[in-house]
């Protein structure tokens, strides 16, 4: 079992990643009541709880529990599902004492930790992620859900009070799912270390059969540098941002498919590739970053080229909505070689355009 430790302003909370950690669940859960008997809430997809909920149900231990389920997928990440979680929760009469547990993907955690925000104004949740793209939604506080327009603008930073990282859990994902996930595992060598993103690429093949051993050391490598990042700066007033590479592209393309055409680790891919071509476009980086990115994205088996049939304009439309756009500027993460990026408030718009057109054209220097 890997262990670490992640600071916010409301304390500090233990992530655990391993395979069969979630027999600490009820641990945890007991340590959050104070040593009392506890009640809980878990949400889940119907999905997840089909294939694992009895299990995790049963590592609760002695609570007087619910289970609320959702339908699977970002279309979930609304007010809708927020309200019928809420009223499901009263007609249970759950108390301020109430504990949420989070078990699933991203889109679960970010909606049953919203759910703990605002329900009774907040209440704690403890996430049981399922996903490799959950060991980035997971740790950090960001709660939230979608409006048709953009991602995730509806949210709060609420901490969760633990995190059990059950790897096992990861050996029934789909290999999509798997290569999503990859994404964001991928991104955080990119943001800050080098070395990481080769071990990656030479253990590639390992992390896509998600291999025990290779899987839990990459995940919890994801991990660490996301909690050094967001311990330092919970609320993203200053290098906390770093953490959106990708983002900005990969965000508006959820938003003009409507959330279905393309997962959020595939979106964020292909943002990545974008943000490597603005940063070379603007003279921050030298070509070799652009290739490498494409190079250990391709190998994860995700897209690196943004479709011919989808409309920039759209794209420029639904960037300029995100909460990145600041004061009529675009903001953007960008590389300055693999391991080191920086964040340009004012990148010209010509110059994404341009990029953008590039990535549907496969276009190299």
């Given amino acids: 079992m890997h262990t670490l430790t992640v600071h ?5 909370y233990d992530v655990l990643v391993g395979d069969g950690v979630v027999a600490h669940l009820a641990e945890q859960l007991r340590a959050i009541a104070g040593g009392h008997v506890w009640r809980a809430v878990m949400i889940t997809d119907e999905h997840v709880y089909a294939r694992h909920g009895n299990r ?12 609320c389920t959702i339908p699977a997928g970002e279309r979930s990440k609304n007010m809708h599902t927020v309200y019928d979680l809420i009223t499901q929760m009263l007609e249970a009469r759950c108390d301020r004492h109430t504990i949420v ?22 209440i704690p949740y403890v996430h049981v992620p399922t996903t490799i793209l959950a060991h980035d939604s997971s740790v950090g506080g960001k709660v939230g859900i979608n409006h048709p327009l953009a991602k ?26 798997v290569r999503s996930g990859l994404a964001e595992v991928i991104k955080h060598g990119l943001i800050a270390d080098a070395s990481f993103v080769e071990w990656c690429i030479a253990h590639m093949d390992a992390l896509r059969a998600c291999h025990r ?14 909690a050094g990042i967001v311990s330092a700066d919970e609320r993203e007033q200053g290098n906390r941002a770093v953490l959106n590479l990708g983002h900005t592209i990969g965000h508006a393309l959820e938003a003009v498919s409507q959330y279905v055409r393309w997962t959020h680790g595939e979106a964020i891919s292909i943002g990545m590739c974008g943000s ?21 994205l ?19 439309e639904a ?47």
């Fill in 8 to 12: 916010s302003a409301s304390g500090a």
């Fill in 56 to 67: 995790v149900f049963g590592e609760m231990g002695d609570t007087d529990a619910r289970i």
């Fill in 101 to 122: 547990v989070a078990f699933g993907g991203g889109v679960v955690g970010d909606v049953a930790g919203f759910v703990a925000a605002t329900y009774m104004r907040g």
């Fill in 152 to 177: 995730n603008v509806i949210g709060a930073f609420y901490p969760p009070r633990a995190v059990v990282y059950d790897t096992s859990f990861l050996h029934t994902l789909p290999d999509r799912e």
């Fill in 213 to 226: 051993e290779h899987m839990a050391k990459a995940l919890h490598r994801g991990m660490a540098i996301k």
């Fill in 276 to 296: 490597a071509r603005i940063a070379h476009a603007m003279g921050l980086c030298a070509w070799d970053v652009v290739t490498r990115t494409e190079e250990v």
């Fill in 298 to 316: 391709r190998a994860a088996h995700l897209p690196t080229t943004l479709p011919v049939d989808v409309a920039t304009n759209d794209v420029i």
């Fill in 319 to 365: 960037m300029q909505r995100d909460k990145k756009f600041h004061n009529g500027n675009a903001v953007f993460v960008l590389p300055v070689r693999i391991g080191s990026v920086t964040i340009v408030r004012n990148v010209p718009m010509h110059i994404v355009v341009r990029c953008l057109h590039e990535l549907q054209g496969g276009q190299t220097a």
